[in-house]
């Protein structure tokens, strides 16, 4: 009888076994993924999402969601003549834009991602960080950016207690005042995320969006980054606009104890999966020189 199976048994196998140290080494483990807009394009795209994060749930790695929408914020204003600019990939925030941008992060694009993950059999919760104060924040930069917020705090005993109790925490990056009756504070995903998973003591934070990875002047692929190259790109405008805060994010998660940042490419169909499970991994990894950690040793992971 003719097959027309694109892999035999024994290569769907081998690709099982092939992702046991990967299991064994995340097991347990706290991963903070932050799900950009510019990856949330279709609905194909998301259900494929949906589907990674909960076999994650499933192998007993706890994932934390930190959703963006910055795309669908700009479309939004737009129809409502809303003027809107980015300084440095962070919105200036004025009062009417704040009122938008929480109606689109804590309401529409988080519950919808809360409840795609939900009827795909996850056991997800919504929260923004207004939600029992679990970030506050200041102005940033001493109100030049209007309602953009500058964290000060995560309260990472909360999150870390959603989890404990079965729950992925879906978080939408809105922050809380310490003032009353204060609309509170528009924080780019990209630091809350970063902020979130140094807080929670996450194993790794992966960034998805809308590029293979971070990209050097003639468009190629940089697969390793550290601070010093980080800085030296920055001041080349090599890396610009919104991949300022996603990189600055991933340098200051590796120095503030998460042991790996990545940024890949959301675009890509299961991209979470191709990251954390196989051997080449994609995108660009962010490492600390002086962290052994960094290389996995396959040979020992399989011994213990
Ligand atoms: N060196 C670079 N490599 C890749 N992308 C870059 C670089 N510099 C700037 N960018 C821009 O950053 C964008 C990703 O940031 P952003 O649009 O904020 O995504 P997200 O919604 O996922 O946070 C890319 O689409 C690209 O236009
Ligand atoms: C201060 C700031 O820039 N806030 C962002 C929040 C959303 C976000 O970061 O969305 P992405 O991850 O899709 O870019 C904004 O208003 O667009």
Redesign the pocket.
């Known amino acids: 009888m003719q097959t027309d199976y694109p892999f035999s048994k024994e290569q769907k196998v081998q690709t099982l076994l092939d992702a046991i140290p990967y299991i064994k080494k995340f097991f347990g483990k706290t991963i903070v993924i932050k799900y950009?807009?510019?990856?949330q394009t279709s609905p194909d795209l998301k259900e494929k999402f949906a589907q990674d994060i909960v076999f994650l749930s499933l192998l007993g790695i706890k994932p934390v969601i930190v959703h963006?929408g910055?795309?669908r914020i700009t479309e939004l204003l737009t129809k409502l003549n809303i003027p809107s600019s980015f300084v440095d990939?962070h919105r200036v925030t004025c009062e009417d834009s704040m009122r938008v941008v929480e109606m689109v992060l804590s309401g529409e694009i988080n519950k919808n991602i809360t409840s795609l993950l939900n009827h795909h059999g996850a056991k997800a919760i919504g929260i923004s960080g207004k939600d029992s104060s679990i970030i506050n924040a200041v102005p940033k930069d001493g109100g030049k950016f209007g309602y953009t917020g500058e964290i000060t705090k995560v309260n990472g005993t909360m999150i870390n207690n959603l989890i404990k109790e079965g729950f992925i925490p879906v978080i939408a990056p809105i922050a809380d005042s310490a003032e009353p009756n204060h609309p509170g504070f528009n924080i780019n995903?990209?630091i809350a995320a970063c902020e979130i998973a140094v807080a929670i003591g996450a194993q790794k934070v992966l960034f998805?969006?809308?590029?293979i990875g971070?990209?050097d002047k003639e468009k190629n692929l940089i697969q390793t980054l550290d601070k010093q190259s980080v800085e030296n790109?920055k001041k080349d405008g090599?890396?610009?606009?919104?991949?300022i805060p996603?990189v600055d994010s991933c340098i200051d998660a590796i120095e503030n104890g998460v042991n790996k940042a990545h940024i890949i490419d959301?675009r890509v169909e299961h991209s979470i999966l191709l990251e954390l499970f196989t051997s080449d991994g994609i995108g660009t990894q962010f490492i600390r020189k002086d962290n052994p950690n960094n290389g996995i040793d396959l040979e020992k992971l399989l011994e213990n």
Request: hydrophobic share 35%; no cysteine; net charge negative.
């Open positions: 950009g807009g510019s990856a963006g910055g795309a990939g995903a990209d998805l969006t809308d590029t971070v990209l790109y090599t890396i610009a606009g919104g991949m996603k959301g």
